[in-house]
């Protein structure tokens, strides 16, 4: 746990060093600081990479004296010296061989540890997103920014990490080595490099829109698997297969489009790059042969051009290709890694709405709830809570009653912050909940919700997240309250039962009394039940009420039902409509005052009352 805050405070503070502003250089420099705990790495294969490319050139510059040596045999030369070059020309080669093994294992460490730091920073900071936060993404794109995008920009900074010293090097060495050979020759490196940077420049900019495209497509893809897998039994009842995998098809037939334009316009890297080299070596065979042939001029150093200079100088732009094809691939990767970049970066910088203030209040006095002239809006400018003014007393049970939509969920859910009011304020012991530390007030406000969930575990573990030391008595005593006892009699291993994802091997209604006793483990000061005996059967329904009811005496209840006979007995009732409380009262008032509670209790009751617990 320690460990946890430790890692999320320090990823907050680098989120907070600077505001983050689109544009790819602050993106690099912004997502660069991921890398902390790698930089060991990175640097090992910089330098790796420097030797290797040292050596390569070397290879190069000698192999010129070697060619000459062999040319001159017998007159000028001895074996001896082509003995020495070939063998300082394999010394370098085995060096570079070795020196790029090394590059290549570093580089990967360096690359998959800075994926699994971007990783963690999201997974933690997504831990602190509001409901709002997460619905302003969605979950499927939640998932495929921490999964795909972060492959994306790993396997980009793979890339660059070993390009970015290599390409820059090579380039210059050899134009260097170009100049120092025959510099009148090496002119037309000056006119051809610059055209073919700006040709792969221009291939990026045409291609980049179709990556945007193309990860943002990602996201419909996932949510299409997504809500596929997650609903398959109500597919199945539905019948919808087909409907499913034609709008599946139509999500991936469009990414296919999409990076088949991109990948098309991307090949011209490679006609482009030939073009250039092909150029370039004619160019340079012709002017050098003629003044071979003619022994016109002199180079640089003197000497005639000869034939071990021509092929020194062919190979040279061999190399200056390969570092600008290296270039024009880090360039690709770039462009693949930006959107995916820009697409993590939103998740990283986007703020958390509820958080914890300075100074919080560390302890919940009671369970006293007080909504003060409260009103919450999902959509600016159409509230769906409009100027609640109730009080509840710390220890009383409170059932809420309403047409669906009437804002009950809502309601109840500004009481754990699960979102923070429009206007107004709710109070919770005395102090507005936004004086809480969100920690202590979600501690002390227990929600079983509408739509809950168990993990995957086994029973026992899906419990203890109510309260991570809680004895086994402790759990049992939780269990017999939420009726969770009768069915757990007869799961295979008990407690250590396991529940597949989702709890799809246990009953609706065994899934709300599991999810009430996880509550429960949690010794609230509030307890809220949101229509979470829905499914459960009147007689089991009417045996957790009652447990609650003596077991939990000093906790405050909140029981939103469908079911008049859930809330019949509760101190205060609420009839919600529309947002606002209609009629508050106890059964019996409600009954002479409230005709949507009368109709409602007819209806379900048939005018007479009787004993579901029986
Ligand atoms: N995440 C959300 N974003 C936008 N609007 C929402 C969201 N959740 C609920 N609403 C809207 O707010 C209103 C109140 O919803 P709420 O879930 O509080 O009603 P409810 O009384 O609990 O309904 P039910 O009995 O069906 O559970 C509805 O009009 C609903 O469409
Ligand atoms: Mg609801």
């Not at 939509?405 to 005395?430: C, F, H, N, P, Q």
């Not at 919600?576 to 379900?604: A, D, P």
């Amino acid at each position: 746990m320690a460990n946890k805050k430790t890692r999320a405070a320090k990823y907050a503070d680098m989120r907070q060093e600077e505001t983050f502003q689109h544009s790819i250089v602050q993106t690099v420099r912004y997502l660069s600081k991921y890398m902390h705990g790698y930089w060991k790495d990175t640097i090992i294969t910089w330098c790796a990479v420097l030797v290797e490319s040292i050596c390569e050139v070397l290879v190069v510059y000698f192999m010129q004296d070697l060619i000459n040596s062999v040319q001159n045999l017998g007159t000028t030369t001895t074996m001896n010296s082509v003995y020495l070059y070939a063998g300082i020309m394999a010394a370098c080669a085995l060096v570079a061989v070795g020196a790029g093994i090394l590059a290549g294992i570093f580089a990967a460490s360096a690359s998959a540890g800075f994926g699994k730091n971007l990783r963690e920073a999201m997974f933690i900071h997504i831990q602190d997103y509001s409901f709002r936060n997460i619905d302003k993404f969605s979950t499927s794109s939640i998932v495929t920014r921490t999964t795909t995008d972060v492959t994306n920009v790993q396997n980009a900074v793979l890339m660059i990490i070993r390009a970015v010293v290599r390409a820059p090097f090579l380039m210059i060495i050899s134009l260097i080595m170009c100049f120092i050979t025959d510099w009148k020759l090496a002119w037309i490196f000056l006119i051809i490099i610059p055209i073919v940077l700006f040709a792969l420049l221009g291939l990026a900019k045409v291609v980049h829109p179709y990556f945007v495209k193309v990860f943002n497509t990602y996201d419909d893809l996932n949510e299409s698997v997504e809500e596929n897998v997650d609903g398959i039994r109500v597919v199945k009842s539905f019948n919808r297969e087909e409907d499913q995998i034609r709008h599946f098809n139509g999500v991936s037939d469009l990414i296919y489009r999409c990076f088949f334009h991109a990948e098309s316009i991307i090949n011209f890297n490679s006609p482009v790059m030939q073009g250039a080299v092909y150029t370039a070596e004619l160019l340079i065979a012709y002017f050098a042969s003629y003044q071979i042939v003619g022994h016109h001029r002199v180079s640089y150093d003197g000497s005639a051009m000869n034939v071990g200079k021509l092929s020194t100088l062919i190979t040279y732009v061999m190399l200056i290709m390969m570092s600008l094809m290296l270039i024009s691939m880090v360039y690709t990767m770039i462009i693949i890694g930006r959107n995916s970049s820009e697409r993590i970066v939103e998740i990283l910088e986007e703020k958390p709405e509820i958080v914890s203030p300075a100074n919080p209040i560390r302890e919940v006095p009671n369970g006293e709830v007080d909504f003060e002239d409260v009103s919450y809006a999902y959509v600016q400018g159409k509230p769906v809570l409009n100027h609640i003014n109730v009080k509840v007393p710390s220890g009383a049970t409170i059932g809420i009653l309403g047409s669906t939509g009437s804002s009950k969920t809502t309601l109840v859910s500004l009481i754990a912050r699960l979102y923070d009011v429009t206007e107004g304020k709710v109070l919770v012991g005395g102090h507005d909940v936004r004086d809480y530390d969100l920690r202590v007030l979600r501690d002390a406000v227990a929600v079983v919700l509408q739509k809950n969930t168990l993990f995957t575990g086994t029973i026992r573990d899906n419990l203890k997240w109510g309260n991570a030391n809680a004895t086994d008595e402790e759990i049992m005593k939780a269990c017999d309250v939420a009726q969770v006892t009768p069915f757990l009699k007869d799961m295979p291993d008990g407690l250590d039962t396991k529940i597949s994802q989702g709890g799809t091997n246990v009953s609706g209604g065994q899934k709300q009394r599991l999810c009430i006793a996880r509550a429960l483990l949690k010794n609230p000061k509030i307890l809220i039940l949101d229509d979470s005996t829905s499914a459960c059967d009147t007689h089991t329904d009417a045996l957790i009420r009652e447990g609650l009811q003596h077991e939990r005496t000093d906790v405050t209840k909140f029981i939103i039902a469908q079911r008049v006979l859930s809330v019949k007995d509760c101190d205060e009732i609420w009839v919600m409509n529309e947002g606002k409380i209609v009629n508050r009262g106890n059964s019996e008032t409600l009954l002479e005052t409230s005709q949507v509670y009368r109709e409602l209790y007819e209806s379900q009751l048939g005018g007479g009352d009787f004993d579901a617990s029986k």
